[in-house]
Nanobody
């Protein structure tokens, strides 16, 4: 099972980017999916999460600018980022809590994607 993130890049302040993260492999079901970010010299922090039924949660710093969504049929989570600021610059990681087949056993755990870099220039 793996999570593959994409969509990062360089954008000017005020611009927009859309991140995607697709989960693949022997997955039974996915509960929460989310995005976290880690800026240079800082700890990883929560950006947004979404439950299997669409309940969302956002960090205060991104409310009103970012929108998280998911396509359950594709096991994919998205993060639409608008009105980007230089302080949004970070490596963005996707995360998913799921039931999956691991080493022949049904397991539950949180898996991480590889991270995608978002750079916002002023």
């Amino acid at each position: 099972v793996q999570l593959q993130a994409s969509g990062g890049g360089l954008v000017q302040a005020g611009g927009s980017l859309r991140l995607s993260c697709a989960a693949s492999g022997s997955i039974f079901s996915i509960n929460y999916m989310g995005w976290y970010r880690q800026a240079p010299g800082k700890q990883r922090e929560l950006v947004a999460t979404i439950s299997s039924i669409g309940t969302t949660n956002y960090a205060t710093s991104v409310k009103g600018r970012f929108t998280i969504s998911r396509d359950n049929a594709k096991n994919t989570v998205y993060l639409q980022m608008n009105s980007l600021k230089p302080e949004d610059t970070a490596v963005y990681y996707c995360n998913a809590e799921m039931w999956y087949l691991g080493e022949g056993l049904r397991r539950y755990g949180a898996l991480w994607g590889q991270g995608t870099l978002v750079t916002v220039s002023s």
